[in-house]
């Protein structure tokens, strides 16, 4: 059972990512607020959403990334039944600047 993250925290947070203007100011506000575990995790499931959209097998995945195959089923779940999150921004990247 998931959690609703839509809270006025949540909203502060995300108003705060959106004031950001380039990747500099992405790295100076993400070392502030997390670890850098957590850094690496997020970074790792994003490469991980990549790859499975290119439609390569967990094992090239797991090799690349060294994330765990419970780490790209949960990835490959959230592409699968989740909110489409991945899909808008890989969509967008694909795209290019507009």
Not at 44 to 54: G, I
Not at 60 to 75: C, F, L, N, Y
Request: hydrophobic letters at 30%.
């Amino acid at each position: 059972m998931s959690k609703n993250i839509q809270c006025e925290e949540v909203d502060h947070l995300f108003e705060a990512i959106l004031c950001l203007k380039s990747k500099e100011e992405c790295y100076q506000f993400f070392e502030d607020i997390c670890t850098v575990n957590e850094m690496l995790s997020i970074s790792q499931r994003y490469e991980v959403a990549k790859m499975l959209r290119e439609k390569k097998t967990y094992i090239e995945i797991s090799e690349k990334t060294g994330a765990s195959t419970a780490t790209i089923s949960r990835v490959n779940k959230c592409l699968n039944y989740g909110t489409d999150g991945y899909d808008l921004v890989l969509n967008r990247i694909k795209k290019g600047p507009q």
